[in-house]
């Protein structure tokens, strides 16, 4: 049976993730909940939770926002009404680029 390929992740990936799992820790501490609490409400295991603590890159990102948001770590804008605005406004942006980006064809000269 082939081993599974290992997933690389750029270093600033990597210390991306590791700050945001102490800043999930350290918001669930200030609030004096235990992993167990958190986990429960987030509907994940205890394990999971761990994981996400420790920035593990395997993490689903829902999961991950939805535990970041329980604590009251803001990812993006400050309230609902700001972050519809901003999808809106990325929207906006979207339909004004291409639907599709394709490499352009170089022609090579080889004629000396």
């Known amino acids: ?3 599974p390929r290992t997933r690389s992740y750029s270093g600033y ?13 350290c918001a669930r501490t200030e609030r004096r909940m235990t992993t167990q609490e958190l986990a429960e409400r987030a509907g994940i295991s205890r394990d999971m ?3 996400i603590e420790k920035g ?25 009404i700001a972050l ?16 599709a980006v394709r490499q352009t064809k170089t022609e090579v000269k080889d004629d000396f």
């Open 49 to 51: 939770l761990h994981r």
């Open 13 to 25: 990936a990597i210390e991306a993730l590791a700050l945001l799992g102490k800043m999930v820790r």
């Open 84 to 99: 519809q605005g901003r999808s809106r406004s990325v929207d906006d942006k979207l339909a004004l680029l291409p639907k």
């Open 1 to 3: 049976m082939p081993k």
């Open 56 to 80: 593990d890159p395997r993490c689903e990102i829902g999961v991950v926002f939805e535990v970041a948001t329980i604590v009251g770590i803001t990812l993006f804008e400050p309230e609902s």
